[in-house]
């Protein structure tokens, strides 16, 4: 069996590595020209442990995690209004809660690959799907600037929130998009005062409709998250550096570190709306979506790369004992009736949390630093572990 798998992202690469250990041969289409640099810090936990753990992929994981030791809120003074013990949270998820960089954990999967016979997975870099096609027996995508055309049996779009197969497929991305009403930008510079300042832990700015986070990383690097409210009045893909104006802007007034990190903030960083992806169905015939792609929950949610993991590992396990053509069909539609109850109780949990995230107001953002506070006190802390737990797990 033969599938081609556009998006080598986390959720392509770890689909690609499972079908190869499977047997089958896939042919996985990236138009990057290499694993991307951007991103930033997220919390590996729920279905991806248990994904990552049944595949092998946790400790290549684990090795690349940070020990964080706290999340911190600050005012403009840098003085703490309110701190999580992650260490302690940890312990009460089980032990198993990593903080993993994004490109780091695309790096990880993208290792993994070495555990396939060379001649079952083909990884095309700066490869663009640019015609996309699926009938009732076949899948095809044509690539540029080849030209070539790749034919397999079943064909999987894990290109991420904006994806190209779903446009091609499925309908225009607006039908689908359903934004939260902010924009995240995420980039990271170098600075070894600033990483100093830092230190071992998450800083957050304790601010109302906007919110900075700033990540120190194992060199005298810093990684940086910047979430704003959205507006019709900001397009998607500014001039040469008025995305950083626009930056500099938004988050004026945050104190000194966050002044600093903006002096140093790069022309174009990433910057993307924060958004989910709702769909009615995620397959078609021989065609399926995957990742970000059918369901994106929203870097609130907090489970963007544990989803991923957990959502191609139980995929690939589906397709892999499929020995006729006429089993994909069944096959995509088991995939999405015991995968999708797991994303809409996410993206319903990334809905909750948008207003903790960017308080509107005083009184929001009092509420948060409250129930921080409350995770230092004994009882508390696993009533709260325990609700976002119960939240994933859903």
Avoid at 46 to 52: D, F, I, K, L, Q
Avoid at 57 to 70: F, G, H, N, S
Avoid at 363 to 380: E, F, M, S
């Amino acid at each position: 069996m033969k599938a081609i798998v556009v998006g080598a992202g986390i959720a392509g690469l770890v689909l690609a590595r499972q079908l190869g250990l499977a047997g089958w041969r896939v042919e996985l289409v990236e138009k990057s020209r290499g694993p991307r640099p951007d991103g930033y810090m997220m919390d590996f936990f729920g279905p991806g442990v248990e994904a990552a753990v049944r595949i092998g992929l946790y400790p290549r994981l684990e090795a690349v995690a940070y020990d964080v030791e706290a999340v911190e809120y600050v005012d403009p003074a840098g003085r703490a209004t309110s701190r999580l013990d992650y260490h302690r949270f940890a312990r009460l998820a089980g032990g198993k809660v990593l903080s993993l960089l994004r490109p780091d954990m695309e790096r990880t999967a993208l290792a993994a690959l070495d555990d396939v016979p060379p001649d079952r997975v083909r990884l095309h870099y700066g490869a663009r799907a640019t015609q996309v096609r699926a009938g009732e027996d076949y899948a095809e995508v044509t690539v540029s600037p080849s030209g070539n055309t790749l034919r397999a049996d079943v064909l999987i779009g894990a290109d991420g929130i904006h994806s190209e197969v779903r446009a091609e497929l499925y309908g225009p991305e607006p039908r689908f998009l359903r934004s939260l009403g902010m924009r995240a930008a995420a980039f990271i510079v170098s600075d070894a005062e600033l990483s100093a300042r830092i230190g071992n832990r998450f800083m957050l700015t304790d601010s109302i409709g906007r919110t900075a986070g700033l990540y120190g990383l194992r060199t005298d690097e810093v990684a940086a998250l910047l979430v704003y409210q959205d507006s019709p009045e900001y397009p998607d893909s500014p001039g040469s550096g008025l995305l950083r104006e626009r930056l500099r802007r938004e988050f004026a007034g945050l104190g000194a570190t966050v002044d600093r990190l903006l002096e140093l903030c790069p022309e174009r960083p990433y910057d993307d709306t924060v958004a989910q992806i709702v769909m009615p169905t995620w397959h078609k015939g021989r065609t399926v979506l995957a990742g970000d792609a059918s369901g994106a929950v929203s870097l609130l949610a907090g489970q963007g790369g544990s989803l991923a993991i957990a959502g191609a590992t139980l995929l690939a396990e589906i397709l892999a004992p499929v020995e006729s053509p006429k089993a994909i069909a069944p096959a995509l539609l088991a995939f999405e009736q015991r995968w999708r109850p797991v994303v809409e109780s996410a993206q319903a949990s990334g809905r909750r949390a948008a207003s903790a995230f960017l308080p509107a107001n005083r009184a929001q953002r009092l509420v948060r630093r409250w129930t921080i506070q409350g995770t230092a006190l004994p009882g508390i802390d696993r009533l709260v572990a325990r609700r976002i737990l119960r939240t994933i797990a859903k």
